[in-house]
Structure formats: structure tokens, C-alpha cells
């Protein structure tokens, strides 16, 4: 007795909520079957079979291994009404800063003891900034590192033009 494809499609589904490697057999009735199952709403409409495969996959799959924790559940809520600050990257030895600045581009490197600049050891970016520009500057936000360096337009441009607050 041959299985038609639909069968053969439903039977796939319900075994794919108990594995991943399963949802790549499944063609793409079989997806939006097994979306419409797992994820309690219609496939979304134009989403391609092989985004179809990766989304669902990656749900099985993280519904296989317990799903997300309540803390990672509680983040994401955060992130998402923008709740959230943004973390300050991790400067560890190795690490180089670039900065132009009137138009003499300064490499900084992050090093176990500080920071090395011109061949010189200092203790802080801040430092380093103020060598550089001979005025008080935070040495994070002069190299980018921090969220307001980063994101700000203005601080880009005074970047560019090498003009001092």
C-alpha cells in the first residue's frame, strides 16, 4: 500500500515535534502544516520553504531542549519595550582603538598594564584622549567605546571635522 504525500506530510509533522532532523523531510505543506501545529497560527504568507525549514527547525529544536529560561523570557520582554542598557564592550588585552583626529589617525592597543600609545604606557583612555586633543576628554566616548560616543551624530561628526568640544 503506497502513503500519499498528505499522509506521509501529517505523519512527519507529528514525529517532527520530537525531532529536527525531521523537518527537513517535510515539503512545504508539511511545513505550513507543522507551523499552523506548533505555532498555533497560519504560516506566514511568501515566507520561503527553506526559512520555513530554518524557523521551525530551530523551534522543535528549542522546544526538545526545554525551551528558553524564564531569565532569558524576562530579557527579551526588557529588550523589547527598550528597557534594557546597553553593555560596555569587554576591552581585553589585544584590543586596538583607532581615532582620527585632525587628520593623524591614533592607534591605541589594550594592553595587561593599560593601554600603549606612541610607545608609551598610560593608565586610562582618558589619558590618551587628553594627549592627544590637550583637553579633558572621556577616553571611551573620544575612541567610540562607549554608548554615547556610539551612537551619537554629533560626536561623528566632531569626529570627522577633528573640531574639540
Do not use: C
Amino acid at each position: 500500500m503506497q502513503i500519499t504525500i498528505e499522509r506521509k506530510n501529517k505523519v512527519l509533522a507529528r514525529q517532527a515535534v520530537h525531532t529536527a532532523a525531521t523537518v527537513a523531510l517535510l515539503d512545504r505543506d508539511g511545513l505550513v502544516a507543522l507551523w499552523s501545529e506548533i505555532m498555533g497560527s497560519p504560516a506566514p504568507r511568501g515566507m520561503s520553504q527553506a526559512l520555513l525549514h530554518a524557523f521551525l527547525a530551530f523551534e522543535v529544536q528549542q522546544r526538545s531542549d526545554g525551551g528558553l529560561t524564564k531569565a532569558d523570557l524576562d530579557r527579551l520582554d526588557r529588550i523589547g519595550l527598550g528597557k534594557v542598557r546597553a553593555v560596555a564592550p569587554k576591552m581585553t588585552a589585544g584590543a586596538r582603538f583607532l581615532r582620527e583626529w585632525n587628520g593623524v589617525t591614533h592607534v591605541v592597543e589594550r594592553i595587561a598594564a593599560g593601554y600603549l600609545w606612541n610607545g608609551k604606557s598610560f593608565a586610562s583612555l582618558s589619558a590618551i584622549a587628553k594627549e592627544i586633543t590637550g583637553a579633558h576628554w572621556s577616553g571611551p566616548r573620544f575612541f567610540g567605546v562607549s554608548k554615547a560616543g556610539a551612537g551619537s551624530k554629533s560626536s561623528g561628526a566632531r569626529r570627522k571635522s577633528g573640531a574639540q568640544a
